[in-house]
């Protein structure tokens, strides 16, 4: 069955990095598309980040030139590295797979940046 499994939140304080790894399987995850979102406490889930098959990527406006996405096919594993990290960044950051059978998630993993 299709799993997403996320990691690396932690708490940090502002200015700081994370990297956040999703673990793909169940699917033919160098096929598609590939996103984080992230949830902060009363606020509606957003897309942070997506990465293309071919390795294209796009960003919120929030998170330009701060966060990278990328992928290791052969890991079956997606990144988000996250740098300069502000209080707003505090949320849970969710993988997201939309695959023909429907669209999947993870658990998510919590990210606090707070000093």
């Known amino acids: 069955q299709v799993q997403l499994v996320e990691s690396g939140g932690d708490l940090v304080q502002p200015g700081g990095s994370l990297r956040l790894s999703c673990a793909a399987s169940?699917?033919?995850?160098?096929?598609?598309?590939m996103n984080w979102y992230r949830q902060a406490p009363g606020k509606q889930r957003e897309l942070v980040a997506t990465?293309?098959?071919?390795?294209?990527?796009k960003y919120a406006d929030s998170v330009k030139g701060r966060f990278t996405i990328s992928r290791d096919n052969a890991k079956n594993t997606v990144y988000l590295q996250m740098n300069s990290l502000k209080p707003e960044d505090t949320a849970v950051y969710y993988c997201?797979?939309?695959?023909?059978?429907?669209?999947?998630w993870g658990r998510g993993t919590q990210v606090t940046v707070s000093s």
């Open positions: 997201n797979a939309e695959l023909v059978l429907g669209s999947y």
């Open positions: 169940g699917f033919a995850f160098s096929v598609y598309t």
């Open positions: 990465i293309t098959r071919g390795g294209s990527t």
